[in-house]
Every structure is written in structure tokens, then in C-alpha cells.
């Protein structure tokens, strides 16, 4: 079955500073693998998304996450917070998203 | 272009009545996604619907809860004789195909009930 763990509950850091927020999954194929954003009372955004090439994805509001099959992690980076930034992050896998539980960010002045 | 609809925002029940929870796709999405995200935990896959058609229903409780997209109109998620445990947020998805062919599943902005 697959799954996903994001093993940081609670994450703060301070403004301007860099990002990095974990995510190991376990799936028995070559994983779809996605990053979303919710805000509190709000729905899902998607932010990036891995399907197959490049294992350095992209995605909107300056984030980047890596596919490392041999760690079976897919981190999500940003170089530069902003205090807009701060909301609960989710990592999924597979094609009916599989959700982790989440990382709750807080931006401090 | 309007997103994913779903209505109500907000829905109150008492415990055993019936809790009925609207979703519109987006334009030209036929396939829809059910997930429920219960208190301080993520969300969790409930059911896997094309028109008229459930297609995988591995998620939903066995007992009290339905889901239907029928040929005309909004996919309607059913929770019949509510308890207190089924108060959450219940999150429609919506995608072109089958996100296997890599179409992304656009969220609605959630449904939260609350079972008093």
C-alpha cells in the first residue's frame, strides 16, 4: 500500500530565511508525487507536481522539490521565505493522492 | 473560468439526520474525487467518481455514507444519520481524465460540517 510521512509536525522560520520540508513516501511503482498548500479555512493548492523526467521540479511561488528514488523522498525547498508563505503543507502520492498528514509553517518577523 | 463549486461552505446537523454536500466540477471535468480531512490531520481519499459511474469507493465508511455524479448536475457526497465523528471537512477534486495521464486534480474550498 502506499503512504506517505511528513516527519516535522511544526515548522517555524524566521523571514528571508530558507525553507526545507520533508516528505518520504512509499509506493510500489514510479510515483506521481505532489506538494499542496492550504490555508487556514481554505482548500488545496497544488504548488508542483512529479510525474517522470527532470527529478528537479519547479512549481509556482518560488518553491522546488527533488525526487530522490533511493531515499524515496521528495523535499520541498524554498530558498527565501516570505511571511505569506506561512500555511500547513501537504506532500501526496499516486494518482488518487495519498496525503501525508502535513507540516503546519510558521514565518516569524 | 470557475474552479471547483461545492456548496454548502459551512453545514450544521444534528445527530441522525442527513448531511448533503454539493460538487461542481470545473468545465470540461468529468472525473471527481471525494476527500475528507478530519481535525488537525490531512486528508484522506474517500471516493473516485467518472459520470454516472462510482469507480473506486475503497475510502468510503461501509455503512451510512453514498456518493453519486449523476449524467446531469453536481456530484452529491450523502451522509446519512450523521454522528458526531463525521464532523470535518469534506474537499472535492476535480480533473480532466484520470490523473494518470497526468492531469492535475484541481481542490474545491471544502465543505466543513459540523455534527452538534
Known amino acids: 500500500a502506499q503512504s506517505v510521512t511528513q516527519p516535522d509536525i511544526h515548522i517555524t522560520v524566521s523571514e528571508g530565511a530558507s525553507l526545507e520540508l520533508r516528505c518520504n513516501y512509499s509506493?510500489?511503482?514510479?510515483?506521481?508525487l505532489f506538494w499542496y498548500v492550504q490555508s487556514p479555512g481554505q482548500g488545496l493548492q497544488l504548488l508542483l507536481k512529479?510525474?517522470?523526467?527532470?527529478?528537479l521540479v519547479q512549481g509556482i511561488k518560488g518553491f522546488e522539490a527533488e525526487f530522490k528514488r533511493s531515499q524515496s523522498s521528495f523535499n520541498l525547498r524554498k530558498p527565501s521565505v516570505h511571511w505569506s508563505d506561512a500555511a500547513e503543507y501537504f506532500c501526496?502520492?499516486?494518482?488518487?493522492?495519498?496525503f501525508g498528514t502535513g507540516t503546519r509553517l510558521t514565518i516569524i518577523p | 473560468n470557475a474552479g471547483v463549486m461545492q456548496n454548502p461552505r459551512h453545514l450544521v446537523r444534528r445527530r441522525g439526520q442527513e448531511a448533503r454536500l454539493r460538487c461542481s466540477p470545473m468545465?470540461?471535468?468529468?472525473?471527481v474525487y471525494w476527500y475528507r480531512q478530519l481535525p488537525e490531520e490531512g486528508l484522506k481519499f474517500m471516493v473516485y467518481?467518472?459520470?454516472?459511474?462510482?469507480?473506486?469507493e475503497s475510502g468510503m465508511p461501509k455503512e451510512r455514507f453514498s456518493a453519486e455524479f449523476p449524467k446531469e448536475g453536481p456530484s452529491i457526497l450523502r451522509i446519512q444519520q450523521v454522528v458526531r465523528g463525521d464532523s470535518a471537512a469534506y474537499f472535492c477534486?476535480?480533473?480532466?481524465?484520470?490523473?494518470?495521464?497526468?492531469?492535475?486534480?484541481?481542490f474545491g474550498e471544502g465543505s466543513w460540517l459540523t455534527v452538534v
Open positions: 477534486a476535480s480533473s480532466r481524465t484520470h490523473q494518470n495521464s497526468g492531469n492535475t486534480i484541481y
Open positions: 509506493y510500489g511503482a514510479t510515483p506521481y
Open positions: 512529479y510525474f517522470s523526467g527532470d527529478t
Open positions: 501526496a502520492v499516486g494518482a488518487q493522492l495519498t
Open positions: 468545465k470540461g471535468h468529468s472525473h
Open positions: 467518481l467518472q459520470k454516472e459511474n462510482i469507480i473506486d
